[in-house]
């Protein structure tokens, strides 16, 4: 079965599915409704119980799912029953960060290496990983394996970067530089884009008020 | 009219095709065509056509549009012809890192207040902004009348975090802590977070494995 059509909104809600089915599981519940993982997803029951027939189907009708049975499924949709090896290019802030949350590894993301171009950073270890020069990318992320690259450089740097992780064999891309990456048509690429989201934000702020304006309920001020 | 039907992703193709006006107005460029911006944007003319077309009619056939006109519209679209007043919640590596992101500010989102519990950091600044404690939240937020909040707490903090915010006039959030959050109806919410990004992407090379063992093109190596 190709797996590769589902959209990104469905792959998101497996993931938050998940998270509560680890929640309910460390709460010691065994068995869990439709209706009761949509009210803590946020989601319809109806949505719920398609998002889950894409792979096949679970549960039994009126006794509702086995907790561990269905996590164990989503694990294994979402790739998550093994570790994948992550390679970190750019260890400012964002990669500091990124080093520091425990949560990645815990989740199978393990971060095998990193890499920046700072002279002082270079050769330094942060949080157990240590920092090599981007000179050799290619080389260490073949050498060890690296199936998914993070990279968290300055903008100018970003798409050099992504063409290197791609040619060193890399097929997945987590990019935090506010650029739009070309890559190859092999490599999955999600961006995450602080300022994207809050022009997200700010452009439904907006079409509030002027909504707002439109229907004669606000009083036109603040827009400036 | 109301803009609030348009889709993320048009409103997300929104803030690209802005960026690449601005890069082509540094550049000097007076005109451009659809197919360029397409080109640039990774879209189709088609496409591009379609998503300004939603805003009334720009541009005139076999000319293109104006760099400087096309970009002002969507500012306004966007939200961008005016500062946001933003607070941050929560000052660990990704608070730090986001106050000192000197983008965020030139794109008009402006931090006028940050807090957090710690005694370490409270009355302390980060990149000019004041650290204030989290039980001064609502007065502080009304006070400056800051619109859009930012949480960047540990998990289980964010909740309670959203709620204040809401209960002090926020109503757009960008949430970074790894949680499912409960906001009221008129808030906007949208939240970043890097483990479910990942699973995105393992969910797309375990699928690429499991479709490559399906057509029998692969060697089944490397899934481990």
Not at 8 to 21: E, F, P, Q
Not at 66 to 92: F, P, Q, Y
Request: glycine residues 12%; hydrophobic residues 40%; without cysteine.
């Amino acid at each position: 079965m190709t797996h590769t059509k589902i959209s990104d909104s469905a792959v998101r809600r497996l993931s938050i599915y998940l998270r509560l089915l680890h929640d309910l599981s460390d709460q010691g519940a065994v068995l869990v409704s439709s209706r009761e993982l949509a009210e803590r997803a946020g989601a319809t029951s109806a949505q719920v119980r398609k998002d889950l027939s894409l792979f096949g189907s679970f549960g039994k009708r009126g006794r509702g799912y086995s907790v561990a049975e269905l996590a164990a499924t989503l694990e294994e949709i979402l790739g998550l029953r093994r570790h994948w090896r992550v390679a970190l290019v750019g260890v400012g802030k964002i990669g500091t960060a990124l080093l520091g949350y425990q949560d990645l590894s815990r989740r199978g993301f393990e971060v095998v290496a990193a890499f920046d171009t700072a002279t002082g950073k270079v050769g330094g270890r942060q949080f157990g990983v240590r920092i090599s020069p981007l000179a050799e990318l290619k080389t260490i992320v073949r050498e060890r394996g690296v199936e998914i690259g993070i990279i968290a450089t300055p903008p100018e740097a970003a798409q050099n970067v992504a063409q290197r992780l791609a040619e060193a064999g890399v097929t997945a891309i987590l990019n935090f530089a506010p650029v739009k990456l070309d890559v190859p048509e092999e490599v999955s690429l999600k961006t995450m884009d602080v300022a994207m989201e809050l022009e997200g934000l700010s452009f439904q702020l907006a079409a509030g008020q002027r909504d707002e304006q439109t229907t004669g309920n606000g009083t036109g001020s603040g827009a400036g």
